[in-house]
């Protein structure tokens, strides 16, 4: 017998994903992690669609002087009083992107070992921090960005080969304020949470080469521009390593992640007196692969009770990628919800809501999509052929036309995709 009724299952999947993102605003994060005032100045810089927040959380908690510039995606400005905020595009990069990566090189030059510089970093900055390498132009970078969203390549992927064609990323930055100490901050977006794939890694050292990045761009298929491939097959696109004196004595905080973010989902759902069960917060893959993997997951609890007893909540984090062969507007996680209805197909008491924290899945200002039992019967009364729509990456279109899609605006932070499956049967009927 059902636990929940179909408005109380959307009602509460809806709660969970706001608490996932209420729980990475950069407000209620920041303030442990703020270094003591330096002899000198302190600097603030910083990249990611969470950058301008961070900034005024910075702003708020500091006693002293503080100067710096950051750059966030369009629309998600947010006023300070010391702090310039510049906006640039994502998820690829313009020549406002461009010119605010020179302004802050020019903000971290000169400066001597008794300033600090603290570097606010969170998901998007790869796009957003636009500073071509040598002999590269933003075209290049726009073309690189394009290929590699469409390429089906994992974050960790596309980031060793963005960290290779840029005069920042791959710790040019941190070298850049040396020597200067740099404290980075960072609100991680990525599987695992290690440093170098958040935002590429501008503040930290790289252990990738030249020939790993020729190595993806091989593996996927990827045509680059004629001078990308040179950069990199003669090595002048390579990193600051480990061990390089620039960086020695620099701090890295991982201040929110996807992890944090699930348990305040799950709190949420365990109040309500659900169960839950966190599968992972790195799960990688397609999208619509990883769909039928979570249904057959979903599909065993509803019919044979089996490795949890319904009613409960699958949680997962992570992202996943989508190989855009189709025409429509791609999206992961209206890619990942459309694959796991159509493996459902219709099962009663099982519901689904997925999204990007960031309220951006693909290129869409949407976030993502909600699922309900009824959601595929509903479209075909449309006229809407769901395995159509997924042969053609048109997710965002199907849960638009449904009236299902996840619209936040923008959320100031960005820790990772939320999926959430709700079974609220034990057995199917």
């Known amino acids: 017998m059902a636990t929940l009724s179909s408005a109380a299952a959307s009602e509460l999947l ?33 990249a990611g669609k969470a950058s301008a927040a961070m900034a005024r959380a910075v702003e708020d908690h500091w006693v002293g002087p503080l100067e710096g510039v950051v750059v966030t995606r369009y629309g998600y400005h947010v006023p300070c009083r010391h702090i310039e905020i510049v906006e640039a595009a994502h998820p690829v990069p313009d020549a406002a992107g461009v010119e605010a990566a020179q302004r802050i090189l020019q903000k971290v030059s000169g400066l001597t070992a008794d300033d600090l510089v603290l570097c606010l970093i969170s998901g998007g900055g790869s796009s957003l921090l636009a500073a071509p390498a040598p002999g590269l132009s933003l075209a290049d970078k726009q073309a690189v960005n394009r290929a590699l969203l469409n390429s089906g390549a994992s974050i960790t992927e596309m980031n060793c080969v963005r960290r290779h064609l840029s005069a920042l990323k791959g710790g040019r930055l941190a070298a850049a304020c040396y020597p200067a100490k740099v404290v980075t901050l960072l609100i991680s977006d990525v599987p695992g949470d290690d440093p170098i794939d958040v935002a590429s890694g501008p503040t930290v050292a790289d252990p990738t080469t030249c020939a790993d990045a020729l190595e993806i761009i091989r593996r996927y298929g990827i045509d680059v521009p004629a001078n990308v491939r040179v950069l990199l097959e003669c090595g002048e696109g390579e990193t600051i390593k480990p061990g390089d004196t620039r960086l020695a004595g620099q701090e890295v905080h991982v201040i ?40 057959g997951i979903a599909l065993q609890v509803a019919r044979r009770a089996q490795p949890f007893t319904a009613p409960c909540v699958l949680l997962s984090g992570g992202e996943t990628t989508v190989t855009v062969r189709g025409h429509g507007r791609g999206g992961r996680n209206v890619e990942f919800l ?28 949407i976030a993502g999509a909600y699922l309900a ?49 709700l079974i609220t049967d034990t057995w199917s009927h």
Request: charged share 20%; hydrophobic share 45%; aromatic share 4%.
């Open 338 to 365: 459309l694959s796991l209805g159509i493996a459902l197909e219709g099962h009663e008491g099982i519901y689904a809501l997925a999204g990007d924290t960031d309220g951006v899945d693909g290129l869409e200002e």
């Open 14 to 46: 809806h709660r969970m994903f706001a608490a996932s993102i209420a729980a990475a605003q950069p407000a209620r994060v920041i303030a442990p992690y703020l270094p003591q005032p330096p002899k000198g100045r302190l600097i603030v810089i910083g």
């Open 373 to 421: 039992p009824d959601s595929l019967q509903r479209a075909r009364q449309l006229g809407i052929k769901p395995r159509d729509r997924l042969a053609d990456n048109d997710g965002h279109g199907f849960f638009q036309a449904l009236g299902d899609s996840v619209v936040t605006g923008p959320t100031l932070t960005n820790v990772n995709d939320f999926r959430a499956i």
């Open 256 to 295: 929110a992640s996807p992890q944090l973010a699930l348990e305040a989902a799950a709190a949420v759902a365990q109040e309500a007196g659900i169960p839950v069960h966190i599968l992972g917060d790195s799960i990688e893959g397609e999208a619509r692969a990883v769909g039928q993997v979570m249904a």
